[in-house]
């Protein structure tokens, strides 16, 4: 997507993830990605990537425009080219063999998604880190980035980020385009500011346009709520069980990956009747939750509730995905304590969903780069954090995301694995994200260690669940259908973005 040069409101959408934003709570999409030089030999550095990066720099917006705001007006932001923009306040280089004591990747990772943006600046940063050796589980070859952009600056079509403009499917040398200076239109005057929203002022209801955040998030849950039951969803849908990881999130987060072959998941499945890859993978995922409830004591009587961004739309990624994004909720049927019986339960509750069918499949998929996706579905769910405020809808996202099943490139450094890390909010201390890529699953779980005080990480709730799936995938599971239709609650919820905008009169032509 070429640079506009034009001065932008923010949707509405944006504005209530800024709204939403805190320092306990910030919205970034991002992760962790460690890649492979070509050999020993590879002169691919630092400098390197910040050409490649230099490269791209006006191939999306969110690189060089950042957040200018009317003195009259602090609601209503607008997007602005940053006359100061320089990649060096974007970019950061650590050397981990310069480290006195061995350093986790993944505790340098949270750190750095959880730290809060300059807002005078571009919303994004990346973090280039060598030095990596056997203590950090990887060899003197390998290097990994740290890229995160906040939400609000992402495509809501495509979800473009940064690391999609530097993957390719072969490995290859980029050659760079002549270098041309930055030439950014002047910071706008209260004056031009007030102009350019005016027009979005008179768009919103008069009772709506200048409320609080607190007030507007009133109003955004009682009109998401009065939308929802006119869905008919199942009751239980629209009140959830209480849970250690739905209250108020502190500003400490831990991220985890779990890695398992593909294989070994569709050995599972083909040991089972009736039950997809997806399935096993939703089980695992309810089963690591029972366990970890169990031991703390604190295991509800009513299933957790699981709000998954999924696409239905289209068959062809000749069109934006974005649009196509739509969300489920539906139940994980932690009250069954049989993890067979509850993938087959898991199973029909995907069935039941009307658009299940339609979803867009793994070869599809594949012609986007797993992090826009990833980036993509954060924005879907946190379409609900507002909601979450005032009374939750869903004890946790799960994102499930297919990739590619062979390797991608920056240059000729091959990407090895990477994690995934998602927005948290109030009510919401807890999100897996599940990739396929290359041949492995690779499960990642962001929380605060606050609410889930787990004994050990969560990877190990992870690594029992798949240990009593394997040991019981064999057994006779006699299916009840009354329970099933008892317990398959589920529900489509289509549109997100547009569902949102219509309930506060937002976008109204």
């Known amino acids: 997507m070429a640079m506009s040069r034009i001065m932008q409101n923010l949707t509405e959408l944006d504005a209530s993830f800024l709204f939403l934003e805190s320092e306990k709570a910030p919205l970034y999409a991002g992760g962790l990605y460690i890649f492979k030089k070509s050999s020993s030999r590879s002169r691919f550095n630092f400098d390197r990537f910040k050409d490649l990066l230099e490269d ?11 957040l200018v705001s009317s003195s009259y007006n602090q609601d209503l932001p607008i997007w602005a080219d940053d006359p100061q923009f320089s990649l060096n306040n974007h970019l950061q280089h650590i050397q981990l063999d310069k480290f006195a004591s061995p350093c986790d990747l993944n505790e340098i990772t949270a750190e750095i998604l959880n730290t809060p943006f300059n807002k005078q600046h571009p919303l994004w940063q990346a973090v280039y880190i060598d030095g990596l050796s056997a203590k950090t589980g990887y060899n003197k070859e390998c290097f990994a980035l740290i890229l995160k952009v906040h939400i ?11 690391l999609s403009q530097l993957l390719t499917v072969n490995p290859e040398k980029t050659t760079l385009s002549e270098k ?33 955040k607190d007030t507007v998030s009133s109003a955004f849950y009682r009109g998401l709520y009065d939308r929802l039951q006119e869905l008919n969803l199942p009751a239980s849908l629209l009140s959830i069980a209480g849970t250690p990881m739905n209250k108020k999130v502190t500003s400490q987060r831990i991220l985890n990956r779990f890695q398992l072959p593909l294989n070994d998941v569709r050995q599972i499945r083909k040991s089972m009747e009736n039950v997809t890859t997806n399935d096993i993978l939703m089980g695992i995922c309810a089963e690591a939750l029972a366990i970890y409830l169990k031991e703390q004591g604190k295991m509800p009587k009513a299933p957790l509730i699981a709000l998954s961004p999924i696409s239905v739309r289209s068959t062809s990624l000749d069109v934006k995905s974005g649009s196509q994004l739509s969300a489920s909720l539906f139940s994980l049927a932690t009250d069954e304590s049989d993890p067979i019986k509850r993938i087959h339960a898991i199973h029909q509750t995907a ?17 986007l780069i797993p992090s826009s996706i990833a980036a993509l579905s954060a924005r879907v769910y946190s379409d609900f954090s507002l909601a979450q405020r005032h009374k939750p809808m869903f004890n946790l996202p799960i994102v499930n995301i297919p990739g590619p099943q ?18 948290l909010f109030d009510g919401i201390g807890l999100t897996l994200t599940v990739i396929s890529y290359n041949s492995n699953y690779h499960i990642n779980a962001t929380y605060c260690p606050d609410l889930l005080n787990t004994k050990a990480s969560f990877n190990s709730y992870l690594e029992k669940a798949l240990d009593n799936i394997r040991a019981h995938q064999h057994d006779e599971v ?9 317990n398959s609650m589920a529900g489509i919820i289509d549109d997100i973005g547009g569902l949102v905008n219509s309930l506060l009169g937002f976008g109204s032509k």
């Not at 791209?56 to 950042?66: G, I, M, T, V």
């Not at 030439?183 to 200048?210: C, Q, R």
């Not at 062979?406 to 927005?423: H, R, T, V």
């Open 56 to 66: 791209k720099l006006s191939n999306e917006d969110f690189f060089r425009k950042r």
């Open 152 to 162: 609000s600056a992402l495509d809501s079509t495509t979800g473009e980020d940064i």
């Open 180 to 212: 041309t200076p930055w030439s950014p239109m002047p910071l706008p005057a209260n004056e031009s500011i007030l102009e350019v929203t005016y027009n979005a002022v008179l768009s919103l209801p008069n009772k709506l346009a200048f409320l609080t």
């Open 351 to 367: 069935q039941s969903q009307n658009h299940y069918q339609d979803a867009i499949s793994a070869n599809r998929l594949t012609e």
């Open 406 to 423: 062979f390797p991608l490139y920056m240059e000729d450094n091959e990407l090895l694995e990477y994690s995934c890390s998602s927005p």
């Open 478 to 486: 006699s299916v009840n259908k009354e329970d099933h239709e008892k």
